[in-house]
């Protein structure tokens, strides 16, 4: 075999799942099972959000590395589920260097999504977390006037743009200035609940819960650069806002309320993160198993929180739902467990908190920057260690039933 050209078509697959929105933990599993497959004698995995190292020993005796450098990460789910799949098929049948690149080649030309798909995903999750902070029917048209905007100057702006506090400045502004100008016009009463719910695609909060999920499980490099992520993502979004806020002196702090009625939240919250799905380019059944999983993991996280009111435990235990909801499907559906997690766990994500953090730094309010940075950090630790239970209990079952689960380097 080439093996240099073998060790070259692993390393395309697993850049293209971390492009994709793969988690790094899942990535070096990846890699290292297609590595054992080819039989090298020894292979070093190394992966974080910008970098993949492969060191291996061939059996010959030769000692090959491959590095590559990543510069831009998107989320496109449907591609990553056909990239598990190719993983899978590698695993089990090592095709040669040749075979190999064409799959890779074939499963990277999969037809993308109708142009439309984009506008209604992001209309449904503009509106439906809109509704969910408390907007009323005229916020809902303003945000959904929002959402097509924000598809057409963010394909324009993503073209040009790489840096995430840059892209999300300039896009917080425009959407700030569009619903101000609405909701002047009368359409709608609530613009900072409008605009909240239009940006909670923008706001990078599961960035900061994986962040701290990673520093917990000592991958200290990639925890700190999903934390810094997450930040200045959500900086770029604050710094957008606050400055069209200022500019049209339309400064106000309302807060985040989210709607009385619970069968309002449940549905509105569902409706949101089935456009989120679709934004993520998650589709066929994954789409309805992560709009299922958004609906039962707020309605446990109600029902918890209705008998003991902490913010805490309610997230704790409706994050323990959540990673053992991801974990059935994927073994039912033979998917990443992401493709399940991401959107399911979308209504506990403290979007609200990181934006009114970054918000209370840049208009200098103290005391809403530490309420709000205390309440950001609770939440992402308790879903944070949510995920934790569900790994190790997965591990334990999967080892009970004497099957492989994570495997890392072998020597």
Request: net charge neutral; glycine share 8%; aromatic share 10%.
């Amino acid at each position: 075999m080439n093996y240099s050209k073998i060790l070259q078509g692993i390393l395309d697959i697993g850049e293209s799942m971390l492009k994709s929105g793969a988690e790094n933990f899942r990535i070096e599993d990846s890699l290292y099972r297609m590595c054992k497959s080819y039989g090298f004698v020894r292979y070093d995995v190394f992966v974080i959000p910008s970098n993949i190292q492969i060191t291996v020993e061939t059996p010959d005796g030769e000692i090959l590395t491959q590095i590559r450098h990543i510069e831009t990460v998107s989320t496109n789910f449907d591609l990553l589920d056909h990239l598990n799949n190719l993983s899978r098929y590698v695993c089990k049948n090592t095709p040669d260097a040749k075979e190999l690149r064409q799959l890779y080649l074939d499963t990277m030309n999969q037809k993308p999504p109708h142009p439309a798909v984009q506008y209604i995903a992001t209309a449904m999750g503009g509106i439906g977390f809109a509704v969910f902070f408390g907007c009323g029917f005229m916020d809902g048209i303003a945000a959904a006037i929002a959402s097509v905007v924000l598809v057409i100057a963010g394909n324009w702006l993503g073209r040009r743009e790489s840096n995430l506090l840059i892209y999300n400045m300039i896009l917080s502004f425009l959407l700030e200035v569009l619903v101000i100008f609405l909701v002047r016009l009368g359409i709608g009463a609530h613009p900072e609940r409008i605009i909240l719910g239009i940006v909670m695609l923008l706001i990078s909060a599961l960035g900061t819960t994986n962040g701290i999920r990673d520093l917990l499980q000592r991958d200290f490099i990639s925890g700190l650069i999903n934390i810094m992520n997450s930040l200045l993502g959500a900086a770029g979004i604050a710094f957008g806002i606050g400055l069209a806020m200022l500019l049209l002196n339309e400064v106000s702090f309302e807060g985040a309320a989210l709607n009385r009625n619970i069968i309002v939240q449940l549905l509105s919250c569902t409706v949101g993160c089935t456009g989120f799905a679709l934004c993520f380019k998650i589709r066929g059944r994954q789409v309805l198993y992560s709009s299922v999983g958004a609906f039962f993991t707020w309605g446990i996280y109600l029902l918890v929180y209705h008998f003991t009111p902490s913010n805490f435990a309610a997230t704790l235990t409706a994050a323990v739902f959540v990673g053992f909801y991801a974990f059935t499907m994927a073994r039912v559906n033979k998917a990443p467990s992401t493709v399940f997690l991401t959107a399911s766990v979308l209504p506990l994500i403290p979007g609200s908190n990181l934006y009114y953090m970054m918000t209370g730094y840049v208009s200098r309010n103290r005391e809403m920057a530490i309420t709000q940075t205390n309440t950001l950090l609770s939440t992402c630790l308790a879903i944070a260690i949510g995920f934790l239970i569900v790994d190790v209990a997965s591990r334990y079952l999967m080892a009970t039933l004497k099957r492989e689960y994570h495997i890392g380097k072998q020597s």
